[in-house]
Each structure stands twice: as structure tokens, then as C-alpha cells.
């Protein structure tokens, strides 16, 4: 009898494992998640291109800033 529930408990082991492997490696594909994902994407390319207009607008100085020094 003891066998038999050993052989039970671990099969449910085995499958208790392979289910949790089986979710840590595939992921979850949450809507939510993918959402904010293609938001942050969306928004560092808009970063990217200000930043490109930004830097081709201004022209180039052609006098170094001179720095104080600190009083």
C-alpha cells in the first residue's frame, strides 16, 4: 500500500513540476503586459526622433563654453 501511494505522490510531483516549468519558460502572455510593451516601444521612438530633430535643429557652436569657477 505504501508503494502505491509513493508511486501516486510522485507522479503528481513530476506533474506539479513539469506544469510549473512549463509556465516559467513559455510566459504568460498577458494582454496588459504586451500593451504597456509596445507603449514604452512606441514612446522610445518618439524619444528618438525629438532627440534627432533636437540635435539637427540647434545649430553647432563653434566657441567652447567657457566655465566659472566656483566661488
Not at 23 to 36: E, K, N, Q, S, W
Not at 37 to 51: C, D, Q
Amino acid at each position: 500500500m505504501k508503494s502505491h501511494c509513493y508511486s501516486i505522490m510522485g507522479k503528481l510531483l513530476i506533474l506539479i513540476i513539469a506544469v510549473f516549468l512549463a509556465v516559467t519558460l513559455l510566459g504568460c502572455h498577458d494582454p496588459i503586459v504586451a500593451d504597456m510593451e509596445a507603449e514604452h516601444h512606441r514612446m522610445g521612438k518618439i524619444a528618438e526622433k525629438e532627440l534627432r530633430q533636437g540635435l539637427s535643429a540647434s545649430p553647432p557652436t563653434s566657441q567652447a563654453e567657457a566655465l566659472h569657477p566656483a566661488r
